[in-house]
């Protein structure tokens, strides 16, 4: 039965699914190398914080969700942004402030806003969204929405005492929110083993009763099964469920991130698990792929991204007369 | 009925009761707001009348639950979340100033955030220097948020319907130290507006300004003032945010002198943006400089004559005014 | 040698050590009986809560203490106090709102303050003097000073953050902390199965790698025994440890409290374990005490009560000029 | 050597080398404040020098490293407690505000708190709602607390000791915008008062009050206004709780006329706070109303132009002034 369960919930990829992940990871490197580079040209500004090394998480756990679900992110949320189905034209042009951008350019790298695709930030206060999230999902509970939500934060942000109450009010209550701890190893420059004096951070959800779980996250596949098995479960009790998925960022911080606090070795110990080539690799070995294929997507993907620079080079700025609009809700009369 | 009696806590129970038989997406959350029937017996059998699902008792975790009914506002939902008191507030400060009151304009305009936060506030049952503070002026700094004080029984009667109807997030300041009071409630439940303060006595001699606990002193002390031959009006701010400027500017400018109060301790309250208010809109109407009795620059200490000295009492509204009105 | 450790740490009780228990348990329930008495004069106000029913705990945790260990307490405090060595006659002086009251009368019930035996409050914010404990016994670590910090706290205390946090970062720092939670089953009208999905609270030691253990908490002799050990771990290992002692408070929350959210019988059930009857059979048995000593010990505690009643009705109000006074510290030169 | 150049955040981290190097019981938490360098390289190269039990990385939890900081300056340490940004700081109000600042005076004096709060604050670097605010008038409001804020480079070197000496909890603002900044640092290491205000520019035609980046800014200003031939005196708050009234007063009391300069939004601000008392105490003085230039009432967007939007610049100060100045 755990077999069978566990088939219906990963269907073999399909060819056209297996190309789309792929093409996936790559958009959020290709369209983050980009950004790093608007940025050195200060056409962004702000903190910008890559996701680069961390793609197979927003990846595999997106393609569990369905348009209903909820997401919420931390600052670190291009790729999830671009996986969730946000237009890379939007993310670029909000980068650049400009009004044509997803949060009216009002938001920057780290607001990224859209009704749309139920995509609730870009949150830049640490663990400042995870209580929002159990809010979201007990409004689902009470209207009885079948659908759940997912709330991504680092591994730093479970020091918080946040955490800890959004876990437990979760549990009390009983509702469907899938919290998708990305554990990259750092919370800026603080080590896991600064952070938290229990390391094992599956151990925490034990604290509050919830089903916990952990996966490899420079491997896609393992994600994509891990997170399949959560929603599952989280769409079949309506409770909460725990995942932390393992992964590492290979770039810095932010953009003003001198990278003291760790050896270049360790990062380059780690690029050899690059989820990208990863995934790459095992679709050539399923013969579903060839290199020929990735050629031919790399270069879609770059076409994309060049495209959403071009276009938020063409978007324009707010008048200064509306800086106050949206400061309070319009009045609908 | 009019000439009935009806306590300060009856009337915000009343309120709260009507909204939740108004609208199925309001529901209560807080602690203690159900099995216990609210701390201050605000909620008392809410719980047996609406069930556990519309009156939900929390644990203590007031930034979890804020920030929860943040959520739930965003999604669909018009939560009335009671932190127990203003002291504890603080604890969930992050999630209103960071989350509430930006979330609308930072993402351009897509998200609001229907939220309605109850409070109890200020001194007056000896609970000393942790459970004693007035923060309205904390509050009433932070863009984004509306911010009410309920200091009559009419506005706890009829403040709380327009507030769930405020599609922004709203914060109601109510008064432990007024629960028992009982006064006659007027009579029409005529629409209440929350985006003004209200003239709740006219005068021509002196604008006494003022908000919560402060408007039935200011009320007490005009009729003793009356009685002296000077005629106070009194306004009551009501919205601590966005202030009623034009309220306050056309009563200075009919009597020509102002006089604030407040139990929020003096520095940057809501006293110093009304007197800095007046002064750039009404210094050429002032016959005298605005005064201002505020609450004492000190943690509220236990003893009954400490706590009645930290605040304002009518008393020396009377005084103060008298003196003023004398050397003008 | 577990069987050696046990009882180098528990040595059988003195009958003086046990005389001394017994008065203090007593003092405790008679002074508080008094407090409430005095409550309904009129001659205290504010919040009161009472300890009835819960002395085994401070009484038996106490005992483990040295006089330079710090002590840190909730609202709920007039016990801890007592068997800290404050005088009930300043303890009722500072109830009374009395200059000659252990915080000058500013503080009341709720903030009993003593320098001379490291009694640091009295604290209204629930779990707010968590952190603090944390701090202090980090500044004993910094100065080598072989000393301990006692943070007692209710069970309603652990959902906030502010646990999480305090625990998390004692564990990191490895401070000597004893983390001991009086769960009494009720925060308020809470009762524990609404505060904590959890609701085995040892477990949530473990999500920070803190040794836990939990103890019947109407039993004296347990809670010494098990108050002994943690302290012993403490002193040895310079590392947090989290106590939990199973309790119940006979009487309301405070004087506020209409009790609608338990039922009497309930309390009557719990009542039959009151430990200080429980107490004082087994020193019957074991012929350390007879009902005359214990009619003794009674007259003794009641005349203590009356004494410091009497010492407060004697004491003075703090002129209202001194209002401001130590808002700020008086200036040193 | 006077002349040499010097950045801000050079005073900032000089100073806190000298007070680690003058007295063990000193040491500094906080998030990355250690093996990343500080968030704004601040502390970089101290955990080097100093070790990681006076260079101590914490993790995110500002409410329990805050509270930490009160235990330990209780235990007799005298720890500088630094929240990485000031929009952070709300995570640990309730410590600050229920226990560093209320500890002194609810013990009836036993137990003072000696702990330095640093934090850095205000717009500049395009960081957005959640990351540009300029908090300094909450904390201004509390009693019990004194706030220091470090407008010039003078105060950033020579500020922290004093606030280490003092006996009771010390908050430091400091400003991201101006790390970078350069300038000449006076020569000598002058004792500097934490409870005086400072007029940075003496002038007789009108009073600019202001603090943090409101100093440099102010005084830009004032160079430009003098080549207009109006000479203003450019006053420094400095210390924002408790307030040096009387540095405010004796100014205008000079020059008739103030102008008040704040990031802060306007609504119960710190400016609010120097209007209302130059009223009180200056308003036969004045030859026309206190104007405030303050932050817009609004979350601080993202996009340049709208950040630059949202705060004083110098130009508009320039031209408020010589409006004012034509009008009286
Ligand atoms: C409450 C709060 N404190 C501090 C910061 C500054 N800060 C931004 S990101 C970060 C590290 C977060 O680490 P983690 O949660 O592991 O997420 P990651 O950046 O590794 O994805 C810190 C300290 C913040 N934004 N919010
Ligand atoms: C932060 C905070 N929230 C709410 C309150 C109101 N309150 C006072 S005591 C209490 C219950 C605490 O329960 P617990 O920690 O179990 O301690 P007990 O009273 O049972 O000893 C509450 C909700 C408070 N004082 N502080
Ligand atoms: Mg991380
Ligand atoms: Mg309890």
């Known amino acids: 039965m755990e077999q069978q369960e566990q088939q219906s919930i990963n269907p073999p990829l399909g060819n056209e699914q297996a190309k789309k992940l792929l093409y996936q990871m790559l958009l959020i490197r290709k369209f983050e190398e980009k950004s790093a580079e608007m940025y050195t040209q200060e056409k962004i500004r702000g903190f910008l914080h890559l996701y680069v090394g961390e793609e197979a998480v927003a990846v595999g756990v997106m393609q569990a969700l369905r348009p209903e679900d909820n997401v919420l992110c931390t600052y670190r949320e291009h790729g999830h942004a671009l996986v969730r189905g946000l237009k890379p034209g939007v993310i670029m042009a909000e980068m650049y402030g400009r009004q044509e951008g997803c949060s009216r350019g009002r938001g920057g790298s780290m607001h990224l806003f859209d009704a749309k695709t139920k995509f609730y930030g870009g949150n830049a206060i640490v663990a400042g969204h995870l209580a929002m999230a159990v809010g979201m999902a007990l409004a689902d509970k009470k209207m009885k929405r079948d659908q759940l939500t997912c709330c991504f934060f680092g591994e730093g942000a479970m020091a918080e005492g946040a955490f800890h109450e959004a876990m437990n009010l979760a549990a009390l209550w009983q509702v469907p929110v899938l919290f998708l701890c990305e554990n990259n190893l750092y919370a800026m420059g603080t080590a896991l083993r600064y952070t938290h004096a229990q390391t094992n951070l599956e151990l925490k959800g034990a604290a509050f009763g919830i089903d916990s779980s952990t996966v490899d996250g420079m491997d896609l596949l393992a994600v994509i099964k891990a997170a399949n098995t959560a929603v599952a479960a989280i769409r079949k009790t309506g409770k909460p469920h725990f995942l932390v998925c393992n992964t590492y960022r290979f770039r810095a911080h932010s953009m003003f991130d001198a990278e003291l606090y760790r050896d270049k070795s360790e990062v380059e110990e780690w690029k050899k698990r690059d989820p990208i080539p990863g995934y790459f690799n095992y679709l050539l070995q399923q013969q579903i792929l060839t290199d020929v294929d990735f050629k031919k997507i790399e270069g879609q993907v770059e076409l994309e991204v060049k495209q959403a620079v071009d276009f938020a080079e063409t978007c324009s700025l707010e008048p200064v007369e509306e800086l106050t609009k949206y400061t309070y809700s319009e009045k609908q009369d | ?328």
């Not at chain 2, 809410?46 to 929390?58: A, H, K, N, S, W």
């Not at chain 2, 930034?63 to 009335?80: E, K, N, Q, T």
Request: net charge negative.
């Open chain 2, 1 to 328: 009925m009019p000439g009935q009696l009806i306590t300060y806590r009856e009337c915000i129970k009343q309120a709260i009761r009507e909204a939740l038989q108004a609208d199925e997406r309001v529901f209560i959350m807080g602690e203690d707001v159900g099995r216990y029937g609210g701390a201050f017996a605000v909620s008392k059998n809410l719980l047996q009348e609406f069930g556990p699902e519309r009156i939900m008792d929390t644990p203590l975790s007031e930034a979890g639950f804020v920030g929860a009914g943040i959520g739930a506002a965003l999604g669909g939902m018009r939560p009335i979340v009671e932190v127990m008191t203003v002291n504890f507030s603080l604890l969930a400060l992050d999630q209103i100033a960071n989350n509430a009151a930006t979330l609308l304009h930072m993402s351009g305009g897509q998200f609001n955030v229907p939220l309605v936060i109850r409070m109890s506030s200020g001194v007056g049952r000896q609970l000393a220097a942790q459970h004693s503070h007035s923060w309205e002026p904390l509050f009433a700094h932070l863009p984004g948020l509306r911010i009410l004080s309920v200091g009559t029984h009419e506005d706890a009667r009829y403040m709380l319907a327009p507030a769930l109807a405020d599609p922004d997030p709203v914060i109601i300041f109510e008064y432990t130290s007024m629960l028992n009071l009982e006064k006659e409630l007027p009579d029409s439940a005529e629409s209440i507006e929350i985006s003004k303060a209200k003239v709740r006595r006219a005068g021509k001699d002196i604008s006494i300004i003022t908000y919560g606990t402060g408007v039935y002193k200011a009320l007490e002390a005009a009729t003793e003032l009356a009685a002296a031959g000077i005629d106070a009006e009194v306004v009551d701010l009501r919205v601590l945010r966005p202030l009623d400027e034009e309220t306050i500017v056309a009563s200075v400018a009919k009597t020509n002198r102002a006089f604030l109060v407040e139990d929020a301790s003096r520095s940057v309250s809501v006293s110093s943006e009304v007197s800095a208010r007046i002064m750039e809109r009404c210094f050429y109407d002032l016959d005298a400089p605005v005064q201002r009795l505020c609450g004492a620059e000190v943690p509220i200490p236990y003893p009954k004559h400490l706590e009645d000295a930290s605040v304002p009492q009518p008393a020396q509204i009377v005084t103060a005014i008298k003196t003023l009105l004398q050397h003008a």
